[in-house]
Nanobody, 132 residues
Framework: QVQLVESGGDLVQPGGSLRLSCTASGFTLDHYAIGWFRQAPGKDREGVSCISSSDSSDGSGYYADSVKGRFTISRDNAKNTVFLQMNSLEPEDTAVYYC??????????????????????WGQGTLVTVSS
């Protein structure tokens, strides 16, 4: 069964940090681009970050302007897991965070972001709340 499972969401104070995990089962995660998305209450879903199959695991990848310099995406192939390290969190980062994949090796990160409605597999989401 092809599946993505997110974890790591929590309540954190402004300025704090969290690390989200996205673990794949049923497929090899590093064969495909993996995107992180978020949806805040009353707002549209937005792309946050993405790592393609060709990106190294050192933080290179795509980042939305709102999170550049604060969030870092990485991948652990042995654990079949993508991480999203989130630092300097702000109340505006409060949202349900999802990871997703097109399960198509030809998709780049810009495509993952622009065509997110066509992504094949989504996780169930993990809630991040930034509040004092």
């Amino acid at each position: 069964q092809v599946q993505l499972v997110e974890s790591g969401g929590d309540l954190v104070q402004p300025g704090g940090s969290l690390r989200l995990s996205c673990t794949a089962s049923g497929f090899t995660l590093d064969h495909y681009a993996i995107g992180w998305f978020r949806q805040a209450p009353g707002k549209d879903r937005e792309g946050v970050s993405c790592i393609s199959s060709s990106d190294s695991s050192d933080g290179s990848g795509y980042y939305a302007d709102s999170v550049k310099g604060r969030f870092t995406i990485s991948r652990d192939n042995a654990k079949n897991t993508v991480f999203l390290q989130m630092n300097s969190l702000e109340p505006e980062d409060t949202a349900v965070y999802y990871c997703a994949s097109p399960l198509n090796p030809s998709w780049s990160c810009p495509e993952v972001d622009e065509r997110s409605m066509y992504l094949e597999v989504w996780g169930q989401g993990t809630l991040v709340t930034v509040s004092s």
